[in-house]
C-alpha cells in the first residue's frame, strides 16, 4: 500500500462548478499537508500548504485536513479553464534539521480539465 | 532570482550510454531532490540530499547515482541507459524551519528520451 492514495482521474467539469479533489494517507505521524498545480510540460508548484487538521481558504481554493479519517481535500469554487491542470497533494511529518526523513510523500496526482 | 534550473531541457540517449542531469538553486535550500515523472505514476523519489555532501536514496535509485559537492548543485547521472528510464525529470528545492520542510521549488524538467 502507498503512504498516499489519490485518484488519478481524469475529471471533467463545467466552468463555474464546485470541484473537490482528494486524497487519503496511512501515516499517522504526516502532520504538513500541500496541494500542488502543474500545468501541461510544466513543474509543481506549490498551491495551499496546512498544518495538521482543519481548513484553509485562498480565494477560490480551500484545503481541508481530517487527521482522524487520514483523509486531505482540496476544494475549487467557481472553477475556470486555468485551473485546468493536474493537482498533486503531498505530506510530511515532523522531522529534525539533517534527518533524511525530511521529504515529501506525494499522491499520484488528478487531472483536473474545466471546459467552457 | 532564477530559483531551480535545470540542465539540458531535452534528451535522446541510446541504450548504454551515460548522462548527466545538472540541477543548480540559487534560493540557498538545505534539501534537494530528484524525481521521475511517468505517466499514471505519479512523482517518484529517486534520490535526494539533505545538505552539501549528504545524499539518500528515494523509492527508485536503481541505475542513478548522485552527487551534491556544492550547496547550490545537485548532479543525477545515469550510468548506463536503459528504455525504463525514458521519463520526465524534475529537480526541486526546500529548507528546513522548526521540525517542517518547506515548500518544495520544482525545476522546468528535463525530458529523457533513451532509446
Known amino acids: 500500500q502507498k503512504e498516499v492514495e489519490q485518484d488519478p482521474g481524469p475529471l471533467s467539469v463545467p466552468e463555474g462548478a464546485i470541484v473537490s479533489l482528494n486524497c487519503t494517507y496511512s501515516n499517522s505521524a504526516f502532520q504538513y499537508f500541500m496541494w500542488y498545480r502543474q500545468y501541461s510540460r510544466k513543474g509543481p508548484e506549490l498551491l495551499m500548504y496546512?498544518?495538521?487538521?482543519g481548513n484553509k481558504e485562498d480565494g477560490r481554493f480551500t484545503a481541508q485536513v481530517d487527521k482522524s479519517s487520514k483523509y486531505i481535500s482540496l476544494f475549487i469554487r467557481d472553477s475556470q479553464p486555468s485551473d485546468s491542470a493536474t493537482y498533486l497533494c503531498a505530506m510530511s511529518g515532523f522531522v529534525n534539521r539533517g534527518s533524511t526523513l525530511g521529504r515529501l510523500y506525494f499522491g499520484r496526482g488528478t487531472q483536473l480539465t474545466v471546459w467552457p | 532570482n532564477a530559483g531551480v534550473t535545470q540542465t539540458p531541457k531535452f534528451r535522446v540517449l541510446k541504450t548504454g550510454q551515460s548522462m548527466t542531469l545538472l540541477c543548480a538553486q540559487d534560493?540557498?535550500?538545505?534539501?534537494m531532490y530528484w524525481y521521475r515523472q511517468d505517466p499514471g505514476m505519479g512523482l517518484r523519489l529517486i534520490h535526494y540530499?539533505?545538505?552539501?555532501?549528504?545524499?539518500a536514496k528515494g523509492e527508485v535509485p536503481d541505475g542513478y547515482n548522485v552527487s551534491r559537492l556544492k550547496k547550490q548543485n545537485f548532479l543525477l547521472g545515469l550510468e548506463s541507459a536503459a528504455p525504463s528510464q525514458t521519463s520526465v525529470y524534475f529537480c526541486?528545492?526546500?529548507?528546513?524551519?522548526?521540525?517542517?520542510?518547506?515548500?518544495?521549488?520544482f525545476g522546468p524538467g528535463t525530458r529523457l528520451l533513451v532509446l
Open positions: 496546512t498544518y495538521s487538521s
Open positions: 526541486a528545492s526546500s529548507y528546513w524551519s522548526s521540525g517542517a520542510q518547506e515548500t518544495q521549488y
Open positions: 540530499s539533505v545538505g552539501e555532501g549528504t545524499t
Open positions: 534560493m540557498n535550500h538545505e534539501y
